[in-house]
């Protein structure tokens, strides 16, 4: 494996298990990573987040509730996997990291979560950040990371 990391959002993850602009990019990075070619990080914060977007998209009647818990248990098993591979590392909410989220939080005015997700990137080493937030990436840029937009970016997200 190369060393390389790629940090995602809850945003990018449901791009894996709900079919959207730039889901193809992220299937790529899914499959680098089985292939353990890249690394993929993301928070522990993200599960509840996925798993969120998965059932809105159940309410909202964009997939049915079969397609909903069929994506559920494909988020959940795929990441149990991943992480036994050793290609996809799990990052625990920290003190430390929700101290950082709240200083964007009162400096950039974007919301705690996101400022988490900065925060854990940051603390994770990641070589970049994939979120289809722009907010998220706008204030990731400030803050010095390689943030890119699955949708926009996916040749960028290809060659990491």
């Known amino acids: 494996m190369n060393g390389k990391s790629v940090y995602l959002d809850s945003s990018a993850i449901a791009k894996r298990y709900l079919a959207e602009d730039g889901s193809e990019t992220v299937d790529a990075l899914y499959r680098r990573a089985e292939d353990r070619e890249v690394k993929l990080a993301f928070s522990l914060w993200n599960v509840g987040e996925v798993v969120r977007a998965i059932a809105k998209a159940e309410r909202l009647r964009w997939i049915s509730k079969e397609q ?3 994506a559920t248990w494909a988020f959940l098993r795929e990441s149990l996997k991943l992480r036994d591979l050793g ?3 799990t990052v625990p909410v920290r003190g430390d990291f929700l101290a950082k989220a ?3 939080l009162l400096r950039e005015g974007i919301g705690q979560a996101d400022g ?3 925060a854990t990137c940051k603390g994770s080493g990641a070589s970049a950040l994939v979120s289809a937030d722009r907010r998220l990436l706008e204030v990731a840029r400030s803050e010095g990371l390689v943030a890119l937009d699955p949708v926009g970016d996916g040749p960028r997200i290809r060659s990491i």
């Open 68 to 70: 909903a818990g069929a």
């Open 102 to 104: 709240l200083t964007l």
């Open 116 to 118: 988490l997700q900065i």
């Open 87 to 89: 290609v996809l590392r």
